[in-house]
């Protein structure tokens, strides 16, 4: 009989739910402090996770959870590309 494999589990910063690290979309703040949107989960630097909806993004940005999950201030431009992804796998998805 083989192993069972233990799958991570993360928080969203929109709607706070726990859900499998895969299913995330990870935003990372690098040690050079820029702020970008993580496919791989594997860059270094501190990361916060986030459905693939935009309602949880929206909330997200609303009640500062990405920014106190990242612990720096969120660019705007940050949150367009954001939208852009989420977007991008909602379209994929239909």
Known sequence: ?????????????GCRE??????LIR????PEGSV??????KRSGRG???CPQVECLLKAVKNRG?????ETKIEDTVIEELKEVVGGLHEGKR
């Open 48 to 50: 916060a996770y986030i």
């Open 36 to 41: 970008v949107v993580d496919p791989t989960g």
């Open 1 to 13: 009989m083989g192993r069972v494999r233990k799958i991570p589990q993360r928080m969203c910063v």
């Open 27 to 30: 935003v990372v703040r690098t």
């Open 66 to 70: 990405l920014e106190r999950g990242l």
């Open 18 to 23: 726990k859900k499998d690290k895969r299913e």
